[in-house]
């Protein structure tokens, strides 16, 4: 799969494979060195998160650790996006990507933008309930020029797992701090 921008540059590749043997695993428990973080709404968007309202799916960062970070996400549904065909609910990964981002600055104190990932399992399929989804995310610097992760997405209620996010790298980007978002 390929996605393009509208002058036809392609901007995105991936391998798309079913596989019918992906059975969840165990979901790693936060370790207690984790401190209580408090990001929340506002305080995560403008100068870290570019992201306007329409996309602000990381709706809190709850505990963060040198190995990593447990968030509250919103679905596509609690962010009013319409219903359709969806096979899987691209706010919660698009939510898992900014707490990557969070959490790196928090590493590096560099901003870093996604650039690869290894493997993405889907356990559930369609759109999340309009409620939330805790995320969390284990990994470690690459260095200081960026991180890798692994993170797996929850329902809040029943604590199923709904998808992995296996290998996903994160590299320092150009832009300055405090860059600030648009819509």
């Known amino acids: ?12 590749a991936a391998q798309i494979a079913p596989d019918a043997r992906s059975q969840p695993g165990p979901v790693p428990q936060p370790p207690a060195e984790w401190q209580a973080a408090g990001w929340r709404g506002a305080d995560l968007y403008g100068d870290q998160l570019f992201h306007g309202p329409d996309f602000a799916a990381l709706q809190s960062v709850d505990r963060l ?9 919103l679905t596509a549904p609690g962010l009013g996006w319409p219903a359709g065909p969806w096979a899987m609910d691209p706010a919660l990964i698009d939510g898992g990507l900014q707490l990557a981002r969070m959490w790196g600055l928090a590493q590096l104190q560099k901003l870093t933008l996604p650039t690869a990932a290894a ?16 995320c969390l995310l284990q990994g470690e610097p690459i260095g200081q020029a960026g991180t890798r992760a692994n ?8 604590g199923d797992l709904i998808a992995e996010l296996r290998g996903l790298e994160m590299y320092a980007s150009s832009e300055p701090s405090g860059a600030g978002g648009a819509g």
Do not use: K
Request: proline content about 2%; cysteine-free; hydrophobic content about 50%.
């Open 1 to 12: 799969a390929t996605l393009y921008d509208a002058a036809g540059m392609p901007r995105f």
């Open 65 to 73: 650790g040198a190995t990593g970070a447990e968030a509250t996400l």
């Open 119 to 134: 493997r993405f399992v889907l356990h559930r399929t369609g759109l999340s309930a309009a409620g939330n989804v805790r």
């Open 151 to 158: 993170l797996w997405f929850m329902d809040a209620v029943s």
